[in-house]
């Protein structure tokens, strides 16, 4: 139900932004996060942005990535900014609806961002 | 903020029951009840599987249980098959609107 595009090869020092987007629901009214994972590696979250639009981030890319919606595209951005190698993972969107909203309750099928 | 500790391997036979451990701080998995499970398959996104603790999504079977005591959450997957071996997450908000995920847990059944 989430459909993450913009992932690629990317030289270290570029840029890249990654969207996500869905037709089941409005971007806007859940908590929405991305999660990345290193190859071979496990699960780390990187960044959220709440419904009334705060937003948050893991120490790593703090300054460097950026948390964005477009309601009237009803999709969700990470721009990533002076990517390093260790920035090299499957980034997925998800949505946060259950209970009081801390976990991640529907995902994307993640997009491959290779940083070399 | 330091990833959660799981058992990096976990083993059962069908039908058996198998325990994976997650433990953490008071500042995230004993200090909230937002623990949560998610299983992956290779190459597959991963899929909640419990959240706060011990709530299982309507779509989730009740062969997969949550509980926490102190610092340590746990997942327990009852009737083992063979669709359920696969990489198991833990992760537990953590306060300072972030979130921390354990190393995962490959489940094998044997």
């Known amino acids: 139900q989430l459909v993450e595009t913009g992932g690629g090869l990317i030289q270290p020092g570029g840029s890249l932004r990654l969207s996500c987007t869905t037709s089941a629901f409005l971007i806007g009214s859940n908590h929405m996060s991305w999660v990345r994972q290193a190859p071979g590696k496990g699960l780390e979250w990187v960044s959220v942005?709440?419904?009334?639009?705060?937003?948050y981030y893991t120490d790593s890319v703090k300054g460097r990535f950026t948390i964005s919606r477009d309601r009237s595209k009803n999709t969700l951005y990470l721009q990533m900014n002076t990517l390093s190698a260790e920035d090299t993972a499957v980034y997925y969107c998800a949505q946060s609806r259950l209970g009081n909203r801390k976990s991640f309750d529907i995902w994307g099928q993640g997009t491959l961002v290779t940083v070399s | 903020q330091s990833a959660l500790t799981q058992p990096p391997a976990a083993s059962g036979s069908p039908g058996q029951s198998v325990t994976i451990s997650c433990t953490g701080t008071s500042s995230d998995v004993g200090g909230y009840d937002y623990v949560s499970w998610y299983q992956q398959h290779p190459g597959k996104a991963p899929k909640l599987l419990i959240y706060e603790v011990f709530k299982r999504p309507s779509e989730v079977p009740a062969r997969f249980s949550g509980s926490k005591s102190g610092n340590t959450a746990s997942l327990t997957v009852s009737g083992l098959q063979a669709e359920d071996e696969a990489d198991y997450y833990c992760?537990?908000?953590?306060?300072?609107?972030?979130?921390?995920f354990g190393r995962g847990t490959k489940l094998t059944v044997l």
């Open positions: 992760s537990s908000f953590g306060g300072n609107n972030n979130w921390v």
């Open positions: 942005i709440y419904t009334g639009g705060n937003t």
